[in-house]
């Protein structure tokens, strides 16, 4: 072959790889606008928020999305999580029986989420103990996998007492809660992180032998996230463990519905002192709890009821971890209290402390 038709031929190949790479081109960039369109296309009813896409992964988040309508007057009927600390048990022993149960629930504003719930609810049961006091815990696997539950308040060996109970059976076993402070329990079946997310924690308060100065409030914050693989508007979301690996959740609230705080305020007068118990579930984010508006008198974090920190305007709950903080307001208003990651308080974990039972509405 001489060298022209060498030459010539290479040409005629230089220009048919350029012209395939052309046309593969216009095929990816096709894609591209098709796969657009199909995140820009609400796949379920209409929202009133419409869900945003992430790049990381090409992972969809529904953070913020709910249904066509008004999300407050939803959120107004829902009844709220019961956040007043229950009061102690007289007895030496306190028996706590929970029941695992695989339910459906509401998170935010017409969004359901198919959880496995500590007696039917995500958060479960707070428990409110004495120090010294031993706690007997009953728990009964009325769910379809097995489970188990770890108190992070006891001091015991967690291959016994956090063993795996199968469905259909129970275990019991009892702790001395020699610690106190405000403490979370969880699911400790693996993976774990699938469990916790998908609802299965709770807090537990352990007063100390020396009473802390007497409040007039005493509230429960259970922190915790929520990972959908779907809006949970039309049907309800399941766990989508990929987000929950990521670290990126739809929503985060406390006490396990995002914002019921705001259309159902925790309340105190002028003057009075308040006690906050956070506990973080998690299962991965930090909580920095802070009340806009006011700087925290006392904070005793962790499991630390003999030192408080004072003067302080937000602190870290890590995750599975908690914290007691103390506020007293005099001056009437309406104060948001908020994880401080804003990107938090955008997907619900926020609430309002209305002092001085204010009509109107605040920020946040």
Known sequence: MTYAKVSLTLVVLSLVAAFTAAIFALDSVDAARSAQDKQRSPATEPMAHEAASTAVGGVQSYAGATPAGNPDTIAASQAPFPAELPPLHAGRVLPVRITLKDVTVPIAPGVRYRAWGFDGGAPGPVVHVRQGQTVRITLTNGGAIPHSIDFHAARIAPNVAFRDVEPGKSITYSFRANDPGVFVYHCGTKPVLAHIANGMYGAIVVDPAKPLPPSHHQYVLVASEWYLDSPGTSEPASLDMTKARLMMPDWVTFNGYAGQYKAHPLEADPGHLVRFYVANAGPSLVTAFHV??????????????????????TSDVPAGGGAVFEVKIDQPGLYPFVNHSFASVDMGQVGILNVGDVEGTASH
């Open 292 to 313: 806009v508006g006011t700087i925290f008198s006392r904070v005793y974090p962790e499991g630390d009821m003999t030192h408080p920190l004072t003067g302080v305007q």
